[in-house]
């Protein structure tokens, strides 16, 4: 309970961001639903992130502890650098060609 106004803001944003996603989809928006839900994913993940701190097994073993080697970690660091940008890329270029596609009334079964 002493930690609740630490995790709060999580689901507050989580409940807003949402709010704006549904208005967004019935507006038929294309870009605002896209960064919107990315935007809740990562939410998710931030929330996850709060009410686990510091523990990657509650109660069990802190992030300290099963923290790799810094030697491993700078080729991991690395290996995210180059793929990272280009997984963005990809997914930006991929709904920059699909946007527009799929209408209402194109239904077909």
């Known amino acids: 309970m002493s930690n609740i106004f630490y995790l709060l803001p999580a689901p507050v944003m989580a409940v807003v961001v949402s709010?704006?996603?549904?208005?967004?989809?019935?507006?038929?928006?294309?870009?605002?639903?896209?960064?919107?839900?990315?935007?809740?994913?990562?939410?998710?993940?931030?929330?996850?992130?709060?009410?686990?701190?510091?523990?990657?097994?509650?109660?069990?073993?802190?992030?300290?502890?099963?923290?790799?080697?810094?030697?491993?970690?700078?080729?991991?660091?690395i290996g995210v650098a180059l793929i990272l940008p280009v997984v963005l890329v990809y997914t930006g270029c991929s709904y920059y060609i699909f946007r527009g596609k799929a209408q209402e009334n194109d239904v077909h079964y």
């Open 19 to 77: 709010y704006f996603l549904y208005k967004a989809v019935v507006e038929n928006g294309e870009l605002s639903p896209f960064l919107l839900t990315i935007l809740l994913f990562c939410l998710g993940f931030f929330g996850f992130g709060v009410s686990l701190w510091p523990w990657a097994v509650p109660r069990k073993i802190t992030i300290w502890e099963a923290a790799a080697s810094p030697e491993s970690m700078s080729f991991m660091l």
